[in-house]
């Protein structure tokens, strides 16, 4: 019995040391980003010389899941819970509400067009909605898609989930699912595996998936072309010129599309990724930070404090002319301010 008790109690003295070593561990890595974490970030342009950001504006506290961004950049759709928020970005103003899921909102995306609104939900339903009324259009049953996507010709949305087979014993369809949006209606399925994140190529023919690896199929033919060891993704997003696909997970990484060449890895994991409109700055998500990228020369810029926790998601707004965090905190917008480039800063 005593024996027992020694075991119990140095088992209880083991267990707390444990902790106390991963709290420790947690504070000195805070503690670390927190010193790399700058009070303003500077990024090149050719328009405005360097454009700065330094002080953000609270656009809400409330806990936000998803987010996502019309592409004149000036609605910002949200959610929380099972509810959609649009903001207008000009004022900074809540625009409307749209409620009708029955669960979790689980993804966000706006049409090219900049007309519709889709919503994934736990609810196992994709809602679309007309984004300038907040009339719901149609509702797709698709099982649980916890990732979404638009084409940029705006004929395809591509869903896909995360799980094959829930906790609850609710089964998902495995691939990515391709909606056609005239007929607002199933088109057809591309692969077999889970998907955590999904994107086209500038030009639709190609689409990028997966969960563990990285696929990149034609569309139109359904032909396999690249597999990629992205490692366990987060995000993906291609180069303007659609030459490049950058994936987000432990490490991010740089691909060519054509060999499927790894071209460069970067020193840090990220959980999501933002490429400006204009292709120029890259903004990854680590942890609660915001780490500044110019892709194309893999220079870094430097990085901000997006929220007090992790989970952060990350969008260019107006344009691409401010950024934009969200997390368990709420949602953050970054206005930037303009200074003169120095002489012979683009090699003049």
């Given at each position: 019995m005593v024996s027992q008790k020694k075991h119990l109690i140095l088992g209880g003295v083991g267990i707390i040391a444990i902790v106390a070593l991963l709290v420790g561990a947690y504070f000195l890595l805070d503690k670390s980003i927190a010193a790399r974490v700058s009070n303003r970030v500077c990024i090149p342009s050719y328009v405005d010389g360097l454009v700065c950001y330094s002080q953000h504006q609270s656009l809400t506290t409330e806990q936000t899941t998803k987010i996502t961004v019309s592409p004149d950049g000036k609605i910002l759709a949200s959610s929380t819970h099972d509810i959609i928020h649009l903001w207008n970005l000009e004022t900074g103003k809540k625009q409307r509400t749209l409620s009708g899921h029955r669960d979790w909102v689980s993804a966000l995306a706006i049409s090219p067009d900049g007309q519709t609104l889709a919503s994934a939900s736990l609810d196992r339903t994709i809602k679309l909605w007309n984004l300038e009324t907040g009339q719901l259009l149609k509702t797709l049953y698709s099982?649980?898609?916890?990732?979404?996507?638009f084409?940029?010709?705006?004929?395809?949305?591509?869903?896909?989930?995360?799980?094959?087979?829930?906790?609850?014993?609710?089964?998902?369809?495995?691939?990515?699912?391709?909606?056609?949006?005239?007929?607002?209606?199933?088109?057809?399925?591309?692969?077999?595996?889970?998907?955590?994140?999904?994107?086209f190529s500038p030009n639709s023919e190609l689409l990028a998936a997966g969960k563990q690896k990285t696929y990149l199929w034609r569309v139109s033919t359904k032909q396999l072309l690249q597999t990629v060891n992205s490692g366990d993704l987060t995000a993906l997003t291609f180069s303007r010129d659609g030459e490049t696909l950058l994936t987000g997970s432990s490490r991010m990484k740089l691909w060519s599309v054509t060999s499927g060449m790894l071209l460069h890895t970067f020193g840090i994991g990220a959980s999501d990724l933002a490429l400006s409109p204009d292709g120029q700055t890259l903004v990854a998500a680590v942890g609660g930070t915001m780490q500044f990228w110019q892709p194309d020369i893999e220079d870094y810029l430097g990085m901000l404090r997006g929220s007090s926790y992790s989970g952060l998601s990350v969008t260019f707004g107006l344009n691409g002319n401010t950024v934009i965090s969200s997390s368990s905190d709420g949602i953050r917008i970054w206005h930037p301010n303009s200074f003169a480039a120095p002489e012979g800063f683009f090699g003049q």
């Open positions: 099982g649980r898609a916890t990732t979404i996507a084409s940029p010709d705006g004929q395809t949305l591509a869903s896909g989930s995360r799980l094959i087979k829930w906790a609850d014993g609710t089964l998902s369809r495995p691939g990515v699912q391709l909606w056609n949006l005239a007929a607002q209606e199933w088109q057809d399925t591309i692969g077999d595996q889970p998907v955590v994140a999904i994107a």
